[in-house]
């Protein structure tokens, strides 16, 4: 049995410590396994580990699972581990690269195997998300890799996963094939054993409206990125379904903090309440979407369920421009990229409805980034984006894009308060304490509304009917080793 | 036709045009041999004033070539061209433009040498406007008056080239070399893209205008009939070089060199009695880019003995006021 | 004489690569964006790492400085590593070059295979039916968008019809072991029949888009050639020494009518090969178009240097094709 | 006088325009006899061309033959289907054009465009190498019409023969099946003179040698002097004079022919003054009712509006021209 | 002897340049002239959208989002032709948009023409090294890829119809500067050029004067045909997201914006690609007619 899934980008390499792209991570996942993994709901289970303690804030030890082979029938041991997280720490450890996942890993000092079973990372300070992160990184072959070196490690694989590399057709497809002697998988995510289909084809096929019609045309079974608007067609399709869960994304327009009008917080709120989010969620994104007041998912660790929202309300929003020293509303721009054309004009249109009349400039997306950066010259006024989440930890998302001068913090927004919290946050080992340190951030940055927050849409995936036993998983990955194919 | 008078207005020492073909940089990158086309080649021989030079030769032996350069339109690449008495040689553009109003030239085809774009008045009026010479009013009162003198008429001010006969372009493209008064005109086949009637119109009209404007031609064809007619002296060329020159009459009755021979026996008489004995040629012309060593003409000449094929013969007097270059033909 | 010609174009290559060169480079350091940036979106990292990252990438020198390590690698060949793919950009070309060579070469003879013999009946029946149908399809060819198009091409005959696959290349039952790294041909030359119809039916509708709107220009350079050559003397003396039609029309007047088709032709090829991303973004055709596109917005200057490159050399050499086919065709033309 | 080879009565070819319907040939009637040389004369556009054109089916389009009858050794020519004119041409009537540097294609080498011919006509030919047979015989035409080396020169291309020789090739094609009527369109316009004289002398060794007819079309009446046994002069789509080459010229008929000979300069006589006919030939459209030489004739009177038609004025010598009588007075 | 000659060739009372015959022999041409007035109504309608337009093209409403064209179900005649995803009208934005693709086709076409004239002139006469550098540039320029270099253009200047005019205008000069210089080339070895150094014209004036009327026809001609490629070229740079800034209307972006909902909203791009359709096939069949009338090669 074969399953294809209509994929929207290629790998960009095979090396899973070589890259930092979402949709590779995707497709390695299914060749590669990794100590820890995720069910579907998000929780962290142990995969190739068996099980890990964390000794203190600094020492995790892990135990290794025994009897893993990878693809070429050696097995796997607790060398293997500590050469992948080597490779993924030294500098200049790939063939005189260093990894680009390297941070992804936090402050690892030093990775030791204490016995055949056991692999001891030690920290140089705390960082409580190392479990949280560890999903991501998958072990490779010590003896493969120093066959094959870094560079052939980008085309030629030897994981543990539950499928082989059968051929990989660059910018076309990647063809796997079921592992027959493979382990297992995480024991918590039933069922174990081997994949359930003999093979399984990620297809390139980048532009939406010719995935969709290869799933309604049967020539594939699985689709991601499902336009919403294409929703009721595959509904309406008799072997086809829709299959959705929570995102990862949060939506949001940044606002320039820095700069007139929107260095006052009434203006900020004002822009607010001009939004009528649910009537955009309920047409635009036929609700697929959760309205959010801050900048968590409900389903990331830390959410503050109880930050209030701004109401939709035009009036409220003049009134509180006209109290800013607005009374006759102000001009704005905000730029977008042109994905999100369409829902920036509808955002555009009911500021402008509210007294903040607004231009939309569609811009190129890495243009638009290096426009606001946290270094640049400041001169944009709104900026409608976005930041992914996949870990569903704040340290993720919180830090980098409302800490003060952060990579990701585009409002510019600088608040002392929130700093010290998520500071203490980052090395707090009390999971407890540290969901409470971010819960109270986010109520700060919800009064300050550094931006106009927006909404978190859900993963749409097109599923064939066919298809049993597979469910999307909230990181936007596509597990496909439980996957059935009738 | 007028008397001929000592001093020659045209003198021509050495005059030679060669052509690059190939000397791109790259030909030079691969050594490749330049080509080099000699289209004119040490040409020699002055004009009277108010005379007209006949000069015959068959296609490509240079004949328009020397008359553009002559004019200074292609640049010389050697020699020197003395025009009443001033060395134009190497004459600044300006200057040359000044002198332009002295020397004119009419062209052979009546097609391409006017302007489709432009209306007669523009055509003719334009050397009056170039050289500042009349106001607006004035240049058209010249162009009228010139047009008449050609046999057109001021109804035909407005209108354009395609609207014309063949013989009306051509006496158009003659009021246009006209206009400035020169005293030097180069006619450049100014007959032979006419039909018979129409080039006997056009030989009547030239041979008139210099009556009355006392004009000098210098006068190119390649019908033998037709420059017999019109010329005092004939120049015959051959591959670039002169070949023979004298006086019409006596060149046309008793030629001398065997070019000219061969030349005025192949030409079709329409009275039974006039045909001379042939000289027959036997080949075709050679390619200038490869001329024949020594005289050019051997490779087709019926009497070339084997100085011919090594020594160039320099043209020589056999005659009085006649030269040949020939290496058979008796000096005078 | 060739050789000569070969010389000439390869001292023509010479000022367009480095210009082409120079333009792309300028471009790249004027556009705004950071690869780093991009590469580590929504993604935590240190400022040592973005460092680290930087000078991996040879970010941290001068431009001009980058320029000339540029150079005086490309002229080794070498084109350094893809930023994002974090292999020789080389390779990373050479993996999708075959596609779009493929797409490029079945549009071209599709769209010859269309215009030439259009053309000539268009010319030989002036005004008959065939003319004007071809007049009202070149029309069209030309004036419809090609992404409009083969969406329209897709939503017909992959879901509406299902006669053809909707994207990719080839499908996975056939696993054809590389000669030409064309798919149509490979699978030839490995005498697998059902895998050359599979290719076949993966390159009918995007060849097909790629292919209308030079089809279009060609048939009408065509038939313009065509009547200007059947208007000529030698198509006249011809007939004056009784030899059959089809000898005339084939022989006679196709030769010489091909020549502006030729040159065409090359033209369109080439800005074809340039223009075809939108086609392969539409059908999931694993080509150098889409790859580069994807590249420009990611900034990762050395793929781009590289293809720019590439299409600038296949241009002058397209070119160079054009002119010794000229020469056969017509022998008064030498290179 | 035997029976004419090729004999046109009231020939009439028009040619439907923006401007209006151009009548180019008006009622031409023509006779070639058996091993004669008959030369055409008349300015340009007068119609020489298309004359023949329509005798050989080659009208351009959108030009058609209106009226008239074309027979050849007694078959209707206007009847022929499209496969009764391929083997007629080239096989029967030959052509030459008016301009060699334009009417060899440019594409083909000599050999094929000379073996085509052979191919498409030479039934004599062996079955079994015939491929051999007709290369030699190209070869040979070659070497009759004077192309040195010609074994060696076949497989060139037009381009690498200078215009005598393409013209000389050309003759070569139209005569390598001994076809029985040679029409030769100014075979020599292009060429220079002393070129000319060889072109001209081959055609004639030709035809004496082949005993074929052949009409030679010219604007050069010395031409015609030279090399024609009989002659007719064209003048704006009609024939305005025909009769034996030197009685016409001689004894000139109808003004035109005389204003024709008054004008070219001879060499014999440089001081008689050239007399042009001013004026200019009309356009060939809505003529009619009137004689076609009115506007430029100096002897025009009333009687001339009308439509003329040829009369008898010697002995195999007809004019067009209702005041000859008065005219030679 | 200057006998006054009679012409009977033309009509004395009529007397007309060569372009005003070209152009009466254009009217003439039935299926041109059509194709020329729909052009004309397409220029009134970009110039007098306003009245045109039943809606306001840019006036957003989501509670009107994909709503069908008025003959479908759930479709009314105040949208004749439906509405677009925010629901704003799709007739009303059409003729808006004409504006943005005439201005766009005209600005390129005329400014990409006169660079390209200029430098196409100044090639094919001068000759020598500004023909090389000339020649050489526009070689660079057709070797490197369209799209790359237009994507990278936008990239770097960011997207706004100036620069969307400027990107397009960088590549389009290329043809008329190649279209020029070859027939400038044939041209300058005509005699009436030789004829006007002859009488003393200066270089300037032969260009200009004598040679660009000769064949400013053929650059009519092919620049009205470049007008329909730089509609379509436009079309295909929103279709890549880097067209005109909203909320403009381009046909392109909203055919690149509609092929989100093609399956079933069809209207929303099939109506603007339509548009562009017969914009484009209107400009190419009058192109069409102008180069038969202009070229007397096709007068038969
Ligand atoms: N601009 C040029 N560049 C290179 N060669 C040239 C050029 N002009 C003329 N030639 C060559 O120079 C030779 C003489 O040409 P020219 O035009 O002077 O001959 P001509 O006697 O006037 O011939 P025709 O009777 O055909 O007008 C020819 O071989 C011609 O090919
Ligand atoms: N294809 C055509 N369309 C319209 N008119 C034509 C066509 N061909 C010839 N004619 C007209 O027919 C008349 C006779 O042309 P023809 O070619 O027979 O002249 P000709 O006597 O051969 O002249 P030349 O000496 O120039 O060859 C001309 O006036 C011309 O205008
Ligand atoms: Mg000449
Ligand atoms: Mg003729």
Known sequence: SELRVGFTLDAMTLDPANHRKRETETIIRNIYDGLLTRDAKMKVVPELAESWTQVDPQTYDFKVRQGVTFHDGTPMTADDIVFTFERLTKDDAMGGQTSPRKDLVGPIKEIKKIDDRTVRFSLSEPWPILPAMLPVQEVVSKAFTEKVGSQGLATQTNGTGPFKLVEWRKGDSIILQRYDAYYGGATEIPPVGKACVDRVIFRVIPENASRVAALLAGEVDIINELPPYDMKKVETNSNTKVMKVNGTRTFFVALNNTKKPFDDPRVRQAANMAINKALIIDKVLLGTAVPLNGVMSPDAFGYNPDLPAYPFDADKAKKLLAEAGYPNGVDATIDTEGAFKEITEAVASMLTKAGIRTKVNVGEGSTLRAKWAPKSDKSGDMYFTSWGNGSLDPADIFVPTLRTGDRGNSAYYSNKEVDVLLDAANVEVDQAKRADLYKRAQAIVNKDAPWIFLWLPQDLYGVSKRVSGWEPSADSRINLHDACVK | MSVAQPHPLLEIRNLEKVYQLNSGLLQRIARQPPLSLRAVDKVTFSVKAGETLGLIGESGCGKSTLARTVLRLHEPTGGSITFDGTDITKLPQKDMTALRRRMQIIFQDPYASLNPRKSVEDIVGLPLALHGLAHRREIRDRVVAMLESVGLKTAHLGRFPHQFSGGQRQRIGIARALILNPSFVVCDEPVSALDVSVQAQIIALLESLKRELGLTYLFISHDIGVIGHVSDRIAVMYLGDIVEIGPARELLREPKHPYTKALLSAVPQIDAGAKRERVKLTGDLPSPLAPPPGCKFHTRCPFAVDRCRRQVPALRNVGSDRTAACHLVDAA | ?335 | MSAPLLSVRSLKTCFPTRAGLVTAVDGVDLDVYPGECLGIVGESGSGKSVTFASVIGLVRSPGYVAEGSIRFGGVDLRRLDSNGWRRLRGRDIAMTMQDALTALNPALTVAEQIEEVLLAHAEDLPKRGRQAAVRERAIEMLRLVGIPAPAKRIDDYPHQFSGGMRQRIMIAIALSCRPKLLIADEPTTALDVTIQAQVLDLISDLRRELGMSVVLITHDLGVVAEHTDRVAVMYAGQVVEAGPTRELIDRPKHPYTRGLIGLIPRLSDLDAPIRPIEGQVPELIGLGGICRFYDRCEFRASKCRTDISMIDVGPDHRARCIRVEEILQ | MTAAVEASVVTPERIETPAWQSLRRFAADRFSMAAGIVVLIFVLMAILAPWFAPQDPYETDLLRRLQPPAWMEGGEWSYVLGCDALGRDILSRIIYGTRISITIGLAVVLIATVIGTVLGLAAGYLRGWVDIAISRVIDILLGFPYLIFAIALMAMMGPGLQNIILALVYKEWVVPARVVRGEVLAAREMEYVEAARAVGAPRLHIMFREILPNILSSVIVVSTIRMAHVIILEASLSFLGIGVQPPTASWGSMVADGRAFILDAWWVSTFPGIAILALVLSINVASQGLRDAFDPKFSD
């Open chain 3, 1 to 335: 004489m060739k050789p000569l010609a070969l010389i000439s174009r390869i001292t023509q290559l010479v000022p367009v690569l480095l210009g082409v060169s120079v333009i792309v480079f300028v471009m790249m350091a004027l556009t705004p964006g950071d690869p780093v940036e991009i590469m580590l979106a929504d993604q935590q990292a240190t400022p040592e790492q973005v460092q680290a990252m930087r000078h991996d990438m040879g970010l941290d020198r001068p431009a001009l400085e980058r320029f000339g390590i540029f150079l005086s690698n490309a002229l080794t060949g070498d084109f350094g590593l893809s930023f994002f793919h974090r292999r020789p950009v080389f390779d990373v070309i050479a993996e999708r070059l075959p596609a779009t060579i493929e797409l490029t070469l079945a549009a071209l003879l599709l769209a010859l295979a269309i215009s030439i013999p259009l053309g000539v009946v268009a010319a030989v029946k002036k005004n008959g039916v065939v003319d004007r149908l071809a007049a009202i399809g070149s029309l069209f060819g030309t004036s419809l968008p090609g992404f409009w198009f083969g969406i329209i091409l897709i939503i017909l005959f992959a879901v509406q019809f299902k006669l053809l696959p909707v994207s990719g290349r080839l499908d996975f039952g056939c696993e054809v072991p590389p000669v030409t790294h064309l798919m149509t041909v490979d699978s030839l030359l490995r005498g697998r029949p059902s895998c050359f119809a599979d290719a076949l039916s993966h390159l009918i509708l995007p060849a097909l888009t790629l292919s209308l709107p030079m089809a279009a220009v060609l048939t009408r350079v065509q038939r313009s050639a065509m009547l200007e050559v059947l208007r000529s003397d030698y198509i006249v003396f011809a007939e004056a020494k009784g030899i059959s039609r089809r000898r005339i029309l084939w022989r006679h007047a196709l030769k010489n009518a091909l020549v502006p088709t030729v040159t065409v032709a090359a033209i369109e090829t080439g800005s074809l090969l340039g223009g075809n991303m939108v086609v392969e973004t539409v059908f999931g055709w694993p080509g150098l178009g889409r790859l580069v596109v994807e590249s420009i917005f990611v900034r990762n200057y050395p793929l781009v240097q590289a293809a720019v490159l590439l299409y600038a050399v296949t241009y002058v050499l397209l070119n160079f094709f054009a002119d010794v086919l000229y020469t056969t065709l017509n022998p008064r033309v030498r290179l």
